[in-house]
């Protein structure tokens, strides 16, 4: 089974709409962390935003929140007033076990994010 | 600080051939891992180093890749004899080590390989 799954081959949002990218995840595991990442046509992976399996808050990081849903084990990528150079693809990953144990990603296929003007 | 740094940015080899990529993980980053990203697709991991030590490697083909990490810093991946299935992107990455759960993984920009 896939431990993390991303439906959405591609989305596309007009520039300063806000655009939710998918993810659900399993995991049999209590402790695990959701990242998500951003790799343009570039190719770098960048970093965007993290949420642990305990964290009672859903995670923000400027324009980037995470809609976090337990019981659903999904893991929503909300980005806010798109712009241009959010056109991307966009991974979400997973680190399951507490820390000292299991500390790579487990990566979904991607969402290609496109930004209209 | 400086990030990942990896070698060559671009591989064309021919099948049979060997070929090698190189990384410099961030300075005082424990954890090093390569990935290998196919086109089109999440990236997938090879091995996994603690230090000098590889502590996940199941996923690497051992038959024709191998991989060390001397002194538990620089690390380079090989390929021997590449085959045309191994074209794809090569990409290292580090993280700190114990203790910290929420790090992320800071990766390099990748070797595209091309086995022709």
Not at chain 2, 23 to 38: A, E, F, K, V
Request: one cysteine or more; proline letters at 5%.
């Amino acid at each position: 089974a896939q431990k993390i799954t991303q439906t959405q081959p591609g989305m596309f949002v007009q520039e300063k709409e806000a655009v939710t990218l998918d993810c659900t995840y399993d995991t049999s595991d209590p402790s695990y962390g959701l990242f998500w990442y951003k790799q343009p046509s570039s190719g770098e992976m960048i970093f965007l935003i993290y949420q642990g399996s305990y964290d009672q808050q859903n995670a923000t990081e400027g324009r980037y929140s995470l809609n976090f849903q337990k019981a659903r084990k999904s893991a929503n990528l909300v980005i806010s007033a798109s712009q241009l150079g959010d056109s991307a693809m966009y991974f979400c990953a997973m680190r399951e076990g507490a820390s000292g144990s299991a500390r790579q990603l487990t990566f979904g296929s991607g969402t290609q994010l496109t930004v209209l003007p | 600080e400086a990030g990942v740094v990896q070698s060559p940015r671009y591989k064309i080899i021919e099948k049979k051939q060997p070929v090698a990529f190189w990384c410099n993980p961030i300075s005082g980053h424990n954890t090093l891992y390569w990935y290998r990203q196919n086109l089109g697709q999440g990236p997938e991991l090879l091995i996994r180093y603690e230090n000098e030590e590889a502590v996940d490697d199941s996923q690497l083909p051992k038959d024709r890749f191998s991989a060390e990490r001397l002194k538990g810093v620089d690390s380079t991946l090989k390929i021997q004899p590449a085959e045309l299935g191994d074209s794809a992107v090569y990409l290292c990455a580090s993280s700190v080590g114990e203790g910290v759960p929420n790090s992320p993984l800071h990766f390099g920009n990748g070797t595209r390989l091309t086995v022709t």
